[in-house]
């Protein structure tokens, strides 16, 4: 990451590279790793950890971010180093790094004006896409976060439960709200298709279902069903399910795409996954990967290809997951 600390002008970040060691006798990791965030408490807590811990797979994360950013500096937001180290704004640039070496498969990036969206990627066709990415933070209200594991000797294991209309919920409203917040920016071209890339990790406890998540939001759906015919088969379906609530509060609509108030968003690219699991071969990948959902009601359809997402169909007539095409192979 030398490029980019170079661009931080902290000197100070240098002596703390690879400094968290098992071989202190006096202190463990975690108590190490505490006394570093107290010496640069204005720094992104996941940015000190990729600096400080060597674990197995952190110097090949390092060369990544260093060689992406060279290559699709142009690309990103102006100051962009200082941002993403930056408490609390790692994972939403780490995010915009990751989109920017997918996109680059799907058609050309041009860079962008500073008011305009996040990313302009032409196709083919020379049809130009707008892409606006976003990584909703976690709930000001303590109630409405995720369940979490609490890790100590006394509790050393994660307890909780709930359907999944429980557990899913405080995902469910943020990534909603990062929807809604971004669809209503009045910052887009309106003659041109709109893509918006959401990254939930903040606000993941545990674990969450990308394609529960997904099909709720934009489509309405829920659960999976399975009735019984006169005929004593089975047929397997989903809950229609186009409301939701905060506990103790009244129900609004969901199913986004079912609306023609969103009818400018062409599509949704979605994942739960940490950006840095999504480095090539990262654990993200091996999870649920990213998917993508099409908007059949857009203003604007899009016929684009994206390699590595796996991809959600649904209209009057069909609902299909279908599987990415390729496994992701960086461009760097």
Excluded at 158 to 180: T, V
Excluded at 193 to 211: E, F, R
Excluded at 255 to 260: I, K, N, P, Q, V
Aim: charged share 25%; glycine share 6%; proline share 5%.
């Amino acid at each position: 990451m030398n490029s980019l600390l170079e661009k931080i002008k902290d000197k100070k970040l240098n002596i703390i590279i690879d400094c968290l060691t098992r071989e202190n006798k006096e202190l463990g990791i975690e108590d190490q790793f505490k006394i570093i965030q107290r010496k640069f408490n204005g720094y992104d807590i996941s940015f000190l950890w990729l600096l400080c811990y060597p674990y197995e797979h952190a110097p090949f994360t390092k060369k990544y971010i260093d060689k992406s950013y060279q290559k699709f500096h142009q690309y990103l937001d102006s100051g962009f180093p200082k941002k993403i180290s930056q408490k609390g704004k790692f994972n939403s640039h780490m995010w915009e790094m990751i989109l920017c070496d997918l996109l680059s498969f799907s058609g050309e990036l041009i860079p962008k004006s500073a008011d305009g969206p996040d990313f302009l990627l032409k196709l083919k066709d020379n049809q130009e896409i707008q892409i606006e990415a976003v990584c909703p933070n976690e709930s000001t209200d303590l109630e409405l976060r995720s369940f979490r594991p609490v890790l100590s000797k006394e509790k050393p294991f994660y307890s909780g439960g709930g359907n999944i209309d429980d557990l899913e919920r405080p995902i469910l409203l943020r990534s909603l709200k990062g929807f809604d917040d971004t669809a209503k920016l009045n910052k887009y071209d309106t003659n041109k298709p709109l893509i918006i890339a959401i990254n939930s990790c903040n606000t993941v406890g545990l674990i969450s279902n990308d394609d529960y998540i997904l099909r709720r939001m934009l489509f309405g759906l829920g659960n999976q069903t399975i009735t019984k015919k006169s005929d004593d088969s089975f047929v397997n379906g989903l809950q229609y399910n186009p409301s939701l609530n905060k506990p103790g509060k009244k129900e609004f609509s969901v199913a986004r795409f079912l609306s023609s108030d969103y009818s400018h968003v062409s599509g949704v690219i979605y994942t739960s996954q940490s950006p840095i699991g999504l480095v090539p071969d990262g654990y993200g990948w091996h999870n649920s990967g990213i998917f993508y959902a099409p908007n059949p009601n857009a203003k604007y359809k899009v016929d684009i290809d994206f390699p590595f997402f796996k991809r959600m169909i649904c209209n009057a007539e069909i609902y299909e997951i279908l599987d990415a095409s390729k496994n992701f192979e960086s461009s760097i």
